[in-house]
C-alpha cells in the first residue's frame, strides 16, 4: 500500500521538505511553492492538533489515490494528458506517529484522524465531488486542485527521496 507526493518540477537534492524548512534550505524554492497559497494565505496558519499543534505548512501533503485512478478522470474532464508525476512511499514504512490524515472538504472543521495503515483502503477513495471540482475549475478556467476531496496524509517532517520510486 502506497502514499503519493507529487515530485516537485523544481526539486533541488533529493529530500522533501515541507514549506517551512524549504524556507530555511531553498529560499527561492519556497517562494515558488508559497505562491499557491496566494489568496489562500489563512490556510497556512491551519493547525494540526493531532502532529503536536504543528502549522499547516509544517507537514508533507500524499495521497493513498493512485495516480492510475486520478489520471483517467483527469484527462476525462480535461481533454489532455495528466502530466503529474509522484512519489511512491511504502505507507507501512513511515512513522505512523508523523500521521495524520485530513478529509478534505473539512479543512475548516479541522477534521483530523490518526494516520493507520489497517484503513488505507478508506484513504483510497476516490471521490465523485474531485470530478465536479475539476468541471467547475475548467468552466472557470482556472487551474484545480488536483486533490480536492481526496483524503489528504499528512506528515510532519521531511522525506528522503533516495531510491524512492516515481510513477505518472
Keep these: 500500500m502506497y502514499l503519493y507526493h507529487a515530485v516537485p ?15 530555511l534550505h531553498y529560499p527561492l524554492a519556497y517562494a515558488e511553492h508559497y505562491r499557491k497559497y496566494h489568496g489562500r494565505e489563512k490556510l497556512t496558519e491551519q493547525r494540526i492538533p493531532l502532529l503536536n499543534n504543528c502549522l499547516w505548512n509544517d507537514v508533507l501533503f500524499m495521497m493513498a489515490v493512485s495516480p492510475q485512478v486520478t489520471a483517467p478522470a483527469f484527462e476525462g474532464v480535461f481533454g489532455r494528458h495528466w502530466r503529474i508525476k509522484f512519489f511512491r512511499f511504502e505507507a507501512a514504512a513511515l ?18 484522524e490518526p494516520f493507520d495503515v489497517a484503513q488505507m ?8 465531488k474531485t ?5 467547475g475549475y475548467k468552466a472557470a478556467n482556472k487551474r484545480p486542485f488536483y486533490a480536492a476531496y481526496v483524503p489528504h496524509v499528512l506528515y510532519h517532517g521531511h522525506l528522503d527521496t533516495t531510491g524512492v520510486p516515481i510513477v505518472e
Design 9 to 23: 518540477p523544481n526539486m533541488v537534492g533529493t529530500v522533501l521538505y515541507p514549506l517551512n524548512e524549504l524556507k
Design 95 to 112: 512513522d505512523p506517529r508523523k500521521m495524520a490524515v485530513l478529509h478534505t472538504g473539512d479543512i475548516r472543521s479541522g477534521r483530523f
Design 121 to 128: 483502503a478508506r484513504y483510497q477513495e476516490f471521490s465523485p
Design 131 to 135: 470530478v465536479q471540482h475539476w468541471q
